[in-house]
């Protein structure tokens, strides 16, 4: 298990930790197998995405639309309940094959974290399972 650190500089953002995790698995040298990915906070979630120029902006636009902001009861900190709901519903963790010490995915797939609640410092772990 390894765990890193991201910063998220905006309130609503996505980080691409593709590349970031591809080096955790190049340095483990375990060449084939399952990569399990958590995020431990609850305003913030994890996903594969397509990374092109007006994915962040459509993606924040319908997860607006999807969650609106509500008189929400919740006796911790009312505020950011939506972003409590939106990652639960997202995910928190994602479990993803690799290949010759590199994560398998599609030519237009990355892992993402999507910032719900930034800019904050967040916590990922990674798990490596290897089927070598």
């Not at 298990?1 to 995790?21: C, G, H, P, Y």
Request: glycine share 4%; charged share 25%; aromatic share 6%.
């Amino acid at each position: 298990m390894q765990e890193f650190a991201v910063k998220t500089s905006k309130r609503s953002e996505i980080l691409d930790l593709t590349e970031k995790v591809n080096q955790i698995l190049k340095d483990k040298k375990i060449k084939t197998g399952l990569c399990s990915v958590f995020v431990k906070h609850t305003t913030c979630a994890l996903a594969i995405a397509e990374l092109e120029q007006y994915m962040e902006l459509d993606f924040f636009d319908a997860i607006n639309e999807i969650f609106p902001d509500l008189d929400y009861r919740h006796a911790h900190d009312p505020s950011h309940v939506g972003e409590h709901i939106m990652s639960s519903i997202i995910g928190h963790s994602v479990t993803l094959p690799f290949r010759d010490s590199k994560l398998d995915l599609g030519t237009w797939q990355s892992l993402v974290l999507v910032e719900l609640s930034g800019p904050r410092d967040r916590k990922i772990v990674v798990n490596l399972i290897d089927s070598g």
